[in-house]
Each structure stands twice: as structure tokens, then as C-alpha cells.
């Protein structure tokens, strides 16, 4: 009798263990840390993958479900800028990205000189966002004792071709690569990008450039081609000519992009195309 219990005990005890390693209560290992990854966490790192080694090195992204949340805030702010079926202002055009010759904004608006700014030119033209954001930004500057003064805004296919052949002739193909934009390359003909006034070095060291450097991504407006980013730019310095990116695009900027506005259009360019 006591043999048969003992064996019943043992039998019993068996069973316990066995279900209770079927019911997990055994302790299961942590998955590593890639394979808990969500499929857009790792898409950002196939993107930064596809980007030049300089950009990977100084764009910085510490917490990528934060920078999603960010990200997403940008992309839906791009869409609300876009209507009457226009190019994205977050559009990639540079020396490898291009438009044709019939790419031409659907919502520009004419500027003239007013009490907010003064224009130098004629046949000047913005598309509505950009046009917009400029009256508010220069009353700002207004209120602040600084006057600005637009040079230069949307340009046609046909006068970047005229534009660049100019510099061509007067400079030298090299270093008229370095400051023109071939035709179809440029992003003023995207009706979105400015040049402030004068267009030279000299804008730096004026109250509008200094104003313009401090606040213009504020009101949207971000600094096309910084110093020391020909490599990434394509062109060399030129500190009047801004672009119109949103307010939520110049902060999603700075805060990953080393504020480099060509790290950030270059991302989202693959970003969207990332499969």
C-alpha cells in the first residue's frame, strides 16, 4: 500500500512540472532588442543606410519613436500646404533631381512692394504658402525696425536655361556650376524659394540678414545652402537665398538635421519612396 502511494506521489509530481511548462510558468528569454523593433523603426535605419556618410555621421536620432511622432507631425503639415495638385514643399530638387520644363506652380501670387517689404524686381511670384508666410515674417521684421527687401522668387524652366547660361559665359562652366542652377534643378522654379536683397555675401552683415538668420524658421522660411555644405548642397554659400518648408518642417530640422535642410528633404525624399 505504501509502495503504490509513494508511486502515485512521483506520478503526480511529474504531471505538475510538465504543465507547468506548457502553461509558461517556466521564464522565457527577452527577445533582443532588433527583433522588437517595429517595421518603421527599422525603416529608419535602412534610410539613413542610403544617405552619404557625412549625414549619417551628423544627423542625430536618439529616440526613434519620438522622431516618428515628429516625422508624422511634418508629413501631415505638408499636406494641408498642398493643394490645387502642386509639388510638395518638401519636394527634393537638386543637381540629380529634376522637374521638366512644364512644372509650373498652380497658386502663385504676384508681389509688389508694400508697408511690410520692398520688391526690386518685377514679374516676382510665390505660391500662396510661401507668399503668405513672407507677409508675416516681414511685418514681424517691420516691428522690429528692419526692412527686407525680395529680389528674386519663382523662375521659369526657360530663365534658369537663360540665367545659367549667363554665368556660364561670364565665369566658366565650373564655377558657374557652383553658384546657378542648371534648368530644371533650381528650387525657385518650385515658386517656393527667395532671394533676399542684395544677393551677395553682404546680406550676412545687414540687419535683415542678421534679423532673417535669427527668425526665419519661425515663420516657416529655412536657409538653403549653409557654409561649409557645398559637398552636401552643390553650391557654395549663399546666404540669401531661403525656402519656404513649414514652421514644423524648419523644427523637425533642427532638432535631427544638424539644421541642414538637404539632410532633411534628402530623408523624406526616401522616406516616401522606402518600401
Known amino acids: ?20 511548462k506548457k502553461a509558461g510558468a ?15 523603426v527599422k525603416k529608419i535605419d535602412r534610410v539613413l543606410s542610403k544617405m552619404s556618410e557625412r549625414a549619417q555621421k551628423e544627423i542625430k536620432i536618439s529616440d526613434k519613436e519620438k522622431f516618428l511622432k515628429d516625422l508624422k507631425i511634418v508629413l501631415e503639415a505638408d499636406e494641408k500646404y498642398n493643394d490645387g495638385g502642386n509639388l510638395s514643399l518638401l519636394f527634393l530638387i537638386d543637381k540629380t533631381h529634376k ?13 509688389e512692394s508694400n508697408e511690410n517689404y520692398l520688391v526690386n524686381k518685377n514679374n516676382l511670384n510665390l505660391r500662396r504658402p510661401a507668399y503668405e508666410a513672407l507677409g508675416v515674417m516681414a511685418a514681424a521684421a517691420k516691428k522690429d525696425g528692419v526692412n527686407l527687401t525680395v529680389s528674386s522668387t519663382y523662375r521659369s524652366y526657360e530663365y534658369q ?5 549667363y554665368w556660364v559665359r561670364v565665369d566658366g562652366l565650373e564655377e558657374a556650376e557652383r553658384e546657378s542652377a542648371r534648368p530644371g534643378t533650381s528650387q525657385h522654379q518650385l515658386g517656393c524659394a527667395m532671394d533676399f ?19 526665419a524658421a519661425e515663420y516657416g522660411w529655412s536657409l538653403s545652402f549653409p557654409k561649409n555644405y ?27 538635421f544638424c539644421d ?16
Open 1 to 20: 500500500m505504501l509502495r503504490k502511494s509513494f508511486v502515485i506521489v512521483i506520478i503526480v509530481s511529474i504531471c505538475s512540472i510538465i504543465c507547468c
Open 26 to 40: 517556466a521564464p522565457k528569454q527577452k527577445a533582443s532588442g532588433k527583433e522588437t523593433e517595429s517595421p518603421e
Open 99 to 111: 522637374v521638366g520644363a512644364d512644372e509650373v506652380p498652380r497658386d502663385m501670387i504676384h508681389l
Open 161 to 165: 536655361k537663360n540665367l545659367f547660361d
Open 197 to 215: 536683397a542684395p544677393v551677395d555675401d553682404a546680406f550676412a552683415e545687414t540687419p535683415g540678414g542678421a534679423w532673417v538668420y535669427k527668425h
Open 230 to 256: 557645398e559637398d552636401i548642397t552643390g553650391y557654395r554659400w549663399e546666404s540669401w537665398h531661403f525656402r519656404f518648408i513649414g514652421v514644423e518642417a524648419c523644427k523637425f530640422q533642427e532638432k535631427y
Open 260 to 275: 541642414v535642410q538637404q539632410y532633411m528633404i534628402e530623408f523624406i525624399d526616401l522616406w516616401r519612396t522606402e518600401k
